[in-house]
Protein backbone atom coordinates (compact mmCIF):
# COMPACT_ATOMS: atom_id res chain seq x y z
CA UNK A 1 0.00 0.00 0.00
CA UNK A 2 1.31 2.99 -1.00
CA UNK A 3 -0.35 6.70 0.24
CA UNK A 4 -0.21 9.86 -1.99
CA UNK A 5 -0.19 13.43 0.36
CA UNK A 6 -0.41 16.70 -1.83
CA UNK A 7 0.17 19.87 -0.75
CA UNK A 8 0.65 23.47 -1.99
CA UNK A 9 -2.64 24.16 -3.22
CA UNK A 10 -4.17 27.86 -2.67
CA UNK A 11 -5.55 30.77 -3.44
CA UNK A 12 -3.89 33.26 -5.91
CA UNK A 13 -4.12 35.69 -8.44
CA UNK A 14 -4.39 35.04 -12.12
CA UNK A 15 -0.87 35.61 -13.54
CA UNK A 16 0.57 34.18 -10.12
CA UNK A 17 2.78 30.96 -9.46
CA UNK A 18 2.13 27.54 -7.43
CA UNK A 19 4.21 24.38 -6.90
CA UNK A 20 2.28 21.34 -5.45
CA UNK A 21 3.89 18.66 -4.12
CA UNK A 22 3.10 14.94 -3.78
CA UNK A 23 4.67 12.50 -0.87
CA UNK A 24 4.88 8.96 -1.62
CA UNK A 25 5.69 6.70 0.96
CA UNK A 26 7.01 3.80 -0.93
CA UNK A 27 8.04 3.36 -4.64
CA UNK A 28 6.12 3.96 -7.79
CA UNK A 29 6.79 4.06 -10.96
CA UNK A 30 4.71 6.81 -13.56
CA UNK A 31 3.03 9.33 -11.60
CA UNK A 32 0.82 12.34 -12.74
CA UNK A 33 -1.43 15.16 -11.65
CA UNK A 34 -4.88 15.52 -12.18
CA UNK A 35 -7.33 17.67 -12.02
CA UNK A 36 -11.50 18.32 -11.74
CA UNK A 37 -13.41 21.40 -11.49
CA UNK A 38 -16.81 21.83 -9.80
CA UNK A 39 -18.88 20.03 -12.61
CA UNK A 40 -16.48 18.36 -14.65
CA UNK A 41 -14.52 15.28 -15.14
CA UNK A 42 -11.13 14.48 -13.56
CA UNK A 43 -8.48 14.74 -16.55
CA UNK A 44 -5.02 14.45 -16.80
CA UNK A 45 -2.74 17.14 -16.69
CA UNK A 46 0.87 15.77 -16.50
CA UNK A 47 2.79 12.90 -15.86
CA UNK A 48 6.59 11.57 -15.11
CA UNK A 49 8.01 7.92 -15.72
CA UNK A 50 9.66 6.52 -12.66
CA UNK A 51 13.59 7.82 -13.96
CA UNK A 52 12.01 11.39 -14.50
CA UNK A 53 13.45 11.43 -17.68
CA UNK A 54 9.91 11.01 -19.70
CA UNK A 55 7.55 14.16 -19.28
CA UNK A 56 3.97 14.48 -20.78
CA UNK A 57 1.23 17.47 -20.30
CA UNK A 58 -2.48 18.69 -21.54
CA UNK A 59 -1.98 21.20 -24.31
CA UNK A 60 -4.11 23.38 -21.81
CA UNK A 61 -1.28 23.11 -19.68
CA UNK A 62 2.07 23.10 -22.07
CA UNK A 63 4.52 26.18 -21.65
CA UNK A 64 2.77 26.60 -18.19
CA UNK A 65 3.05 23.73 -16.12
CA UNK A 66 6.15 21.56 -14.99
CA UNK A 67 6.31 18.23 -13.54
CA UNK A 68 9.29 16.58 -12.20
CA UNK A 69 10.18 14.54 -9.20
CA UNK A 70 12.80 13.70 -6.79
CA UNK A 71 13.32 10.27 -6.20
CA UNK A 72 15.49 10.48 -3.48
CA UNK A 73 12.81 11.64 -1.18
CA UNK A 74 10.33 10.13 -2.98
CA UNK A 75 8.25 13.36 -3.81
CA UNK A 76 6.98 14.54 -7.41
CA UNK A 77 6.08 18.47 -7.67
CA UNK A 78 4.12 20.47 -10.33
CA UNK A 79 5.03 23.95 -10.75
CA UNK A 80 2.57 25.69 -12.36
CA UNK A 81 2.96 29.45 -13.87
CA UNK A 82 1.01 32.54 -15.42
CA UNK A 83 -2.25 30.44 -13.71
CA UNK A 84 -5.43 31.24 -15.28
CA UNK A 85 -9.02 31.04 -13.75
CA UNK A 86 -9.79 27.92 -15.93
CA UNK A 87 -7.06 26.08 -13.94
CA UNK A 88 -8.98 26.11 -10.75
CA UNK A 89 -9.47 22.92 -9.65
CA UNK A 90 -8.80 20.33 -7.12
CA UNK A 91 -5.69 18.70 -8.25
CA UNK A 92 -4.79 14.92 -7.48
CA UNK A 93 -1.34 13.41 -7.74
CA UNK A 94 -1.83 9.72 -8.70
CA UNK A 95 1.00 6.60 -8.77
CA UNK A 96 1.55 3.16 -10.61
CA UNK A 97 3.42 0.49 -8.81
CA UNK A 98 3.82 -1.57 -12.09
CA UNK A 99 6.45 -0.82 -14.43
CA UNK A 100 6.26 0.93 -17.74
CA UNK A 101 5.28 4.62 -19.09
CA UNK A 102 2.23 5.85 -20.46
CA UNK A 103 0.64 9.56 -20.72
CA UNK A 104 -2.68 7.86 -20.40
CA UNK A 105 -5.98 9.88 -19.31
CA UNK A 106 -7.92 7.06 -17.75
CA UNK A 107 -7.75 6.67 -13.99
CA UNK A 108 -7.70 3.18 -13.82
CA UNK A 109 -4.42 3.09 -15.35
CA UNK A 110 -2.86 4.54 -11.75
CA UNK A 111 -3.02 2.51 -8.36
CA UNK A 112 -3.02 5.19 -5.73
CA UNK A 113 -4.54 8.44 -5.68
CA UNK A 114 -3.87 11.25 -2.99
CA UNK A 115 -6.89 13.10 -1.52
CA UNK A 116 -6.45 16.11 -3.30
CA UNK A 117 -5.59 19.99 -2.73
CA UNK A 118 -7.74 22.98 -3.89
CA UNK A 119 -6.07 25.66 -6.08
CA UNK A 120 -8.24 28.64 -6.63
CA UNK A 121 -7.18 30.76 -9.32
CA UNK A 122 -9.27 34.61 -9.23
CA UNK A 123 -9.45 36.93 -12.09
Known amino acids: QVQLEESGGGLVQAGDSLRLSCAAS?????MGWFRQASGEEREIVAA????????DYADSVKGRFTISRDSAKSTMYLQMNSLKPEDTAVYYC???????????????????WGQGTQVTVSS
Open 48 to 55: INWSGSRT
Open 94 to 112: AARIAAGYLFSPRREYYTY
Open 26 to 30: GRTYT
